[in-house]
């Protein structure tokens, strides 16, 4: 069995990567949506 330190230090990495994953994806469709708003004002 693992301690609780390094239980929750994986715990927490794991946090992160999940944090760093989401607002990837959002600043992404984020970006996707405000192209999409450009070219129809364009247009």
Not at 8 to 34: A, K
């Amino acid at each position: 069995m693992k301690g609780i330190c390094s239980c929750s230090g994986e715990r927490l990495s794991d946090v992160y990567h999940i944090l760093i994953l989401t607002s990837s994806q959002y600043l992404l469709s984020f970006r996707y949506i405000i192209h999409l708003f450009f070219r129809n004002i364009k247009y």
